[in-house]
């Protein structure tokens, strides 16, 4: 076997440890959306859910709108505006660390994006 052919599937390697437990759905996250989905599950997952309206809107509408603005999902949790008018205000999360809510952001978005694609 040749050196290259050994580095080659190093990669393949390394993705296969990292592989995360099947409670994921099979998501590989990032370590900061790793952060953030304990976070969420905490402070968040009672009003939202992956692909399903719970109180708020799931995961996927969050990601779709947010893709590449992860730091507007802070905002909005700090100072949440008023979009949906037949559900309730969401309440405003500014006692939580802006840090944390980066990476509850992160995960918003990861685990959104993966949601939306196992969509059939
Ligand atoms: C008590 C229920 C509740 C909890 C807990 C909650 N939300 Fe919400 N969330 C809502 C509701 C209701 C809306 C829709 C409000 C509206 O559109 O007027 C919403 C909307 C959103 C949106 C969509 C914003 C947009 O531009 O449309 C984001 C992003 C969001 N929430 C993030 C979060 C995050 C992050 C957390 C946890 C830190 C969280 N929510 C916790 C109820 C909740």
Excluded at 97 to 112: F, H, K, M
Aim: charged fraction near 20%; glycine fraction near 6%.
């Amino acid at each position: 076997m040749r050196w290259s052919s050994i580095l080659a599937a190093l990669p393949l390697l390394v993705a296969a440890c990292k592989r995360p437990a099947p409670a994921d759905e099979g998501v590989a996250l990032s370590p900061r959306a790793e952060q953030g989905k304990a976070l969420f599950s905490t402070h968040c997952a009672a009003c939202h859910a992956p692909s399903t309206k719970l109180v708020g809107p799931p995961l996927t509408e969050m990601a779709s709108l947010y893709a590449t603005d992860p730091e507007g999902i802070v905002r909005w949790a700090v100072t949440p505006g008023r979009k949906r008018t037949d559900v309730p205000p969401m309440p405003s999360f500014r006692g939580m660390r802006t840090s944390d809510l980066a990476d509850v952001a992160q995960y918003i978005i990861e685990a959104g994006t993966a949601a939306g694609k196992q969509k059939p």
